[in-house]
């Protein structure tokens, strides 16, 4: 079944620098992945996604990247801000199924 | 509701306890998921409804995790003769279309039930 991994684990910035978060997955057949945010104790919350058949897509500071052929995609944020620190999860579809990494804790300092 | 709704929040259950968690999809969410995510980590997982029928439970982790939504909306996981490794988060979430997020994408996501089993 579909395997992903994520790093790294933790990863800290200073205020206005980007952050980068990267993911590779195991199955040819995922066509969807997504990243969530979440902060402490809250639910999680779609921040961006991406189809399999565009290789990159934008959101004002936030950048979604696609590799299909290495199989990994990656999270860009810039110009960071304090308000970005939380835990980040990238996902990949499997069948009707979402499989996440293991998470990515963003600690912006100011 | 305006979002998923879960029930109850916070759970302490003595090992060997049944225990059951509620899930309040958002009204007209065909799509419902049951994750675990354990501390520090992702979440993981569980079961897969559309509408009524449980199309994937293949990450119940035994025979003692049983989930149902009997109606289409309102879903119950049910966890028998709890043990430590129980512990965790556990997370709903609905979507939109049938066939998980492939029509709409997005998950919603509750906030979650957190269990503690001493």
């Known amino acids: 079944g579909e395997n992903v991994e994520q790093h790294p684990s933790t990863l800290s910035v200073q205020e206005g620098d980007s952050a980068v978060i990267k993911c590779t997955y195991s199955?040819?057949?995922?066509?969807?992945f997504p990243w969530y945010k979440q902060e402490l104790g809250k639910r999680p919350q779609l921040i961006i996604d991406i189809r399999s058949n565009v290789g990159e897509k934008k959101d004002q500071r936030i950048a979604v990247t696609l590799n299909k052929t290495a199989k990994h995609f990656s999270l860009h944020i810039t110009e960071t801000q304090p308000e970005d620190s939380a835990v980040y999860f990238c996902?990949?579809?499997?069948?009707?199924?979402?499989?996440f990494g293991t998470g990515t804790r963003l600690q912006v300092f100011p | 509701g305006a979002g998923v709704s879960q029930s109850p929040r916070y759970k302490v259950a003595k090992r060997g306890q049944d225990v059951a968690l509620r899930c309040d999809p958002i009204s007209g969410h065909v799509s419902l998921f049951w994750y675990q995510q354990a501390l520090g980590q992702g979440p993981e997982f569980l079961t897969y409804?559309?509408?009524?029928?449980?199309?994937?439970k293949s990450g119940l982790p035994s025979d003692r995790f049983f989930a149902e939504r009997p109606e289409g909306s309102v879903s119950t996981l049910k966890i028998q003769r709890t043990q430590q490794e129980d512990s965790a988060v556990y997370l709903c979430a609905s979507s939109l279309g049938a066939r998980g997020y492939r029509n709409t994408g997005e998950l919603f996501f509750g906030e979650g039930s957190r269990l503690t089993v001493l």
């Open positions: 996902a990949a579809s499997a069948g009707d199924k979402l499989i």
């Open positions: 199955d040819s057949a995922s066509n969807y």
């Open positions: 409804f559309q509408n009524e029928a449980q199309l994937d």
